[in-house]
T-cell receptor, first 113, second 112 residues
Framework: DTGVSQDPRHKITKRGQNVTFRCDPI?????LYWYRQTLGQGPEFLTY????????KSRLLSDRFSAERPKGSFSTLEIQRTEQGDSAMYLC???????????FGEGSWLTVV | DAKTTQPPSMDCAEGRAANLPCNHS???????VYWYRQIHSQGPQYIIH???NNETNEMASLIITEDRKSSTLILPHATLRDTAVYYC?????????????FGTGTLLAVQP
């Protein structure tokens, strides 16, 4: 257990529904990353926050995806109008200002049926 | 795109050393070599990282060639629980994002 907490761990939703994932970082880790991972592939970068500021977004983050980190602590990743291609594991990772090591949570599995 | 090349899979006998190679011929002078592993259905786990000197911790050893174009992760006494996908990643420090860019890694299967 790295201390990065993700919720829910598993979510099954019908196509077209909205889903939201939450990430609670390690205490005092002000830098937060979201990744997506599909079967057989390595994790792919989605977006990066430093405190509450979203400083980088991947082209993978379509307009149906939105991430927030309102108070610079926990973060949410929302997917609107889900599609079957959104089925994946969504990973959150964090690090602090002085450290370079990035720690991952256990991930949130999404299945769109 | 990932800047590293790894074999897609390797086998190792339980109790023996597992030596996982990685090529990173385009590595820059200020980029570090990181290793993570991912056990099935879990998030990636940090193992070790290094710049140019060999590194050792409680999990593994990292051997980086003098020209820094390749490295080897060594698990000294592999156990069945070390079966996982191992990712070798080149990453800079000190920038804004410093995100990890993953390839497809090496699936290490430890055999009893």
């Amino acid at each position: 257990d790295t201390g990065v907490s993700q919720d829910p761990r598993h979510k099954i939703t019908k196509r077209g529904q909205n889903v939201t994932f939450r990430c609670d970082p390690i205490s005092e880790h002000n830098r937060l990353y979201w990744y997506r991972q599909t079967l057989g592939q390595g994790p792919e970068f989605l977006t990066y926050f430093q405190n509450e500021a979203q400083l980088e977004k991947s082209r993978l983050l379509s307009d149906r995806f939105s991430a927030e980190r309102p108070k610079g602590s926990f973060s949410t990743l929302e997917i609107q109008r889900t599609e079957q291609g959104d089925s994946a594991m969504y990973l959150c990772a964090t690090r602090n200002n002085s450290g370079n090591t990035i720690y991952f949570g256990e991930g949130s599995w999404l299945t769109v049926v | 795109d990932a800047k590293t090349t790894q074999p897609p899979s390797m086998d190792c006998a339980e109790g023996r050393a597992a030596n996982l190679p990685c090529n990173h011929s385009t590595i820059s002078g200020n980029e570090y070599v990181y290793w993570y592993r991912q056990i099935h259905s879990q998030g990636p786990q940090y193992i070790i990282h290094g710049l140019k000197n060999n590194e050792t911790n409680e999990m593994a050893s990292l051997i980086i060639t003098e020209d820094r174009k390749s490295s080897t992760l060594i698990l000294p006494h592999a156990t069945l629980r070390d079966t996982a996908v191992y990712y070798c990643i080149v990453r800079g420090h000190g920038g804004a994002t410093n995100k990890l860019i993953f390839g497809t890694g090496t699936l290490l299967a430890v055999q009893p």
